[in-house]
């Protein structure tokens, strides 16, 4: 089933000319908060799903957020490119997750909850790295609607829902009906549509965070730690809270603003 992912990443349209605008701004050094402004302000339906999702709970805004530039100079320009892609990139997608015995409604609130707790965590912390962990925390995910389309066009439902229940591990499962994972899969389809090497990286390796390249390996930690909080189904546990904590101290990654961040999506 790898190579029938590999052939749907290939036949994968181009991002909407929206999103290319916001990465040629987000990328040259010379932008400013208002060239992003300008730019999202000329879509008004992407405005409007950025301002929903910048006024979620989840961010802990006391005062609601009415206008991007509002929101760009509150959250930073990587963070509002992260509100940006999310929206743009599922619209490009069908969205079938039944394989993985989760609702669309429940995948959305995954990845929310996910960049949720990534914002708070980091934020105020390390400003200059959510320009890679915003997009990620949002996307890192959308390789399983890929791998969902697959499992079901080829009737490996029943037999992806066994691997599950006998492993015990999403990823585990993917690679033993696949030949690959959602992090891969994700990877792959940035990839195909060039965005930043470090991106990329950190993505595909937030399972294995030592193999990624040593400039994106706490970007890589910081994910998989993010993604062991947040399940699939969205519910944070005790349990998934105690081996997040574990991988914080194994990362050597702040603690104390981890548990913070966790009063957001708690």
Known sequence: MKDILLQKIKQLPPLPESAMKIEAVYQNPNSTFNDMVVILEKDP???????????????????????????????????????????????????DLTPYKISNEQFSDLSKK????????????????????????????????????CIITEDKSAAFH???????????????ICDTDTPEVSATIFDHW????????????CIDPENA?????????????????VPIDG???????????????????DLESFEKALENIQ
């Open 194 to 205: 060039k965005f930043e090497d470090g991106l990329i990286d950190t993505i595909k390796h």
């Open 235 to 253: 519910k944070v546990t005790d349990e998934s809270i105690a081996s997040a904590k574990e991988l914080v101290s194994k990362y050597d990654l």
């Open 213 to 229: 390249d040593e400039a994106d390996k706490k970007a890589a930690q910081i994910l998989h730690v993010v993604r062991v909080t």
């Open 114 to 149: 996910q960049h949720g707790l990534m914002t708070a965590w980091y934020l105020r912390k390390e400003p200059k790295l959510l320009g890679i962990l915003s997009p990620a925390a949002f996307l890192v995910e959308i390789g399983k609607v890929l791998i969902a389309q």
């Open 45 to 95: 339906l992407l405005t409007a799903d950025i301002l929903k999702a910048a006024n979620s709970p989840l961010y802990g805004f006391s005062r609601e957020i009415n206008a991007i530039s509002q929101a760009v100079g509150l959250f930073g320009m990587g963070t509002v490119r992260g509100f940006a892609l999310a929206s743009i990139v599922k619209k490009s997608f069908k969205l």
């Open 162 to 176: 066994e691997k599950l229940d006998e492993l015990g591990d999403v990823e585990a499962a993917e690679r033993a």
